[in-house]
């Protein structure tokens, strides 16, 4: 056994994790979160000196907080409609959870969002473990399902706004395309045991192999076209009020721009920022929401750049800042006494 043990080598062999080990998984994760904050401030610093300081400056302390708020109010609309998904997921595996532990739990992953491949997000996984009490790698499968729709709820807002507009339809396609490959491996059993077969003298597959099987026992109860069907009809509604984010900073700088084009820019930006697989698309998105501000609605480099960084602040920071506000939330499910009678009402 190793001395100092690896984030999936944690993840792999935990039979009853404690508070303390939990928290140096979670420390461990924090260093990428720490980064990403770094890496958006340096990206914002250069978007900033695009469009010339003193003008993003102006534009973004004169921008009218009455209506940016409501940037704000849709990120939480937007993450309490990805709730009901999660709680179907839950009812699917029949995991019993009392609703507003979940509703924490669920948030709290937004914490974790700027991870290589959102992996932080498995941290969720940990809380339902301990308050459950239902092996680890039966309860993955909600986590990977969750990260899963979510991208297909932003590929075909995408799509659609893509085709509404004759732009770029070729080119989002083959993004969708490209972003689902790497989701058959964890979604299709068919998949994992034809690279099981093939890749049978991996570390990794030696890992995976104990627990391969009641993962994906409990994955498959999810791969039915209903689950499917209600997690489109939720998440294609989400990915849009996201894309209020960008409506309502441009609002707040006085420009009322197409509700339609806003989408437009804001998904395509999100999906060419998905393909590089980079933590939160830091620098991809950014870049591109500045490009597609200026190129479609024929905004001046000044407001380009503060709208997107107005936009991306509503967007991904208030979600990760939200989520490590429900995070130390539900770091006490670790001390109290699990099982309660009032907890199974």
Do not use: C
Not at 170 to 180: G, S
Not at 188 to 197: A, E, G, L, Q
Not at 212 to 236: A, D, H, M, R, W
């Amino acid at each position: 056994m190793p001395k100092e043990k690896s984030f999936w080598y944690s993840i792999t062999h935990q039979t009853k994790l404690d508070k303390e080990s939990y928290l140096k998984i979670v420390k461990k994760i924090s260093i990428f979160v720490g980064a990403g904050f770094g890496a958006s401030i340096l990206v914002f610093f250069l978007i900033a000196w695009f469009g010339g300081f003193s003008s993003v400056f102006n534009y973004i302390s004169e921008a009218k907080l009455d209506i940016y708020v409501f940037a704000f109010l849709a990120v939480i609309a937007s993450l309490l409609l990805r709730f009901i998904k999660w709680n179907y997921y839950m009812n699917v595996l029949k995991l019993k959870v009392p609703l507003k532990k979940s509703m924490a739990i669920y948030l709290s992953m937004y914490s974790m969002s700027i991870t290589p491949g959102n992996i932080g997000r498995i941290v969720a996984a940990y809380t339902l473990n301990r308050l459950t009490k239902i092996k680890f790698a039966k309860i993955i499968p909600i986590v990977t399902m969750d990260i899963f729709t979510d991208f297909l709820g932003f590929g075909m807002l995408a799509l659609l706004a893509a085709l509404y507009f004759h732009k770029y339809v070729a080119y989002i396609l083959a993004l969708d395309i490209l972003l689902l490959l790497p989701f058959l491996f964890i979604l299709n059993s068919w998949m994992y045991r034809k690279i099981k077969k093939i890749m049978s003298r991996s570390s990794f597959i030696k890992n995976f192999t104990p627990y391969g099987e009641e993962y994906f026992i409990s994955q498959n109860k999810l791969n039915s076209p209903k689950t499917y069907l209600i997690s489109i009809f939720v998440t294609l509604p989400a990915a849009f009020l996201n894309s209020l984010t960008l409506y309502f900073s441009l609002l707040a700088l006085g420009i009322v721009a197409p509700l339609s084009g806003t989408v437009f820019i804001y998904s395509s930006s999100t999906i060419f920022g998905m393909a590089t697989a980079i933590p939160g698309s830091i620098g991809v998105t950014d870049g591109s929401m500045v490009a597609l501000l200026g190129g479609i609605l024929n905004l001046s480099p000044g407001i380009s750049s503060a709208v997107t960084i107005l936009g991306r602040t509503a967007d991904l920071w208030f979600s990760v800042i939200l989520g490590i506000a429900f995070f130390f939330i539900t770091l006490k499910y670790w001390t109290e006494t699990v099982n309660k009678k009032k907890d199974k009402k």
